[in-house]
Nanobody, 123 residues
């Protein structure tokens, strides 16, 4: 139904920064909660951050709080994840996801998923 396209991943040294983008194709993201998840090799997918529509409250995993910031640009139909002070343990494939309803905790179900963008943080 909706295509979510992630971009902005790449290779960065520890302590560096990256900004991931998630753009909706074929449907507006207005009114939906948007989340970022990540999955490292050999590990289960984990919640990273989410932003709601009204109000635009945010939720972060403890492991990224204070380092990552999620935001959205309604004109560009895009959600961003600004990642600062990156650590090697942040290395993973990062996925954008859409949820129908409010995002209140990390364990809620999301309805649409992107294909992911790889982030690699070197020591």
């Amino acid at each position: 139904q909706v295509q979510l396209v992630e971009s902005g991943g790449g290779l960065v040294q520890a302590g560096g920064s990256l900004r991931l983008s998630c753009t909706g194709r074929g449907r507006s993201l207005i009114g939906y909660a948007m989340g970022w998840f990540r999955q490292a090799p050999g590990k289960e997918r984990e919640f990273v951050a989410a932003v709601n529509w009204s109000p635009t409250s945010t939720l972060y995993a403890d492991s990224v709080k204070g380092r990552f910031t999620i935001s959205r640009d309604n004109v560009k139909n895009t959600v961003y994840l600004q990642m600062n002070s990156l650590k090697p343990e942040d290395t993973a494939v990062y996925y954008c996801a859409l949820r129908i309803g409010m995002a209140r905790d990390p364990n809620q179900r999301y309805d649409s998923w992107g294909q992911g963008t790889q982030v690699t943080v070197s020591s």
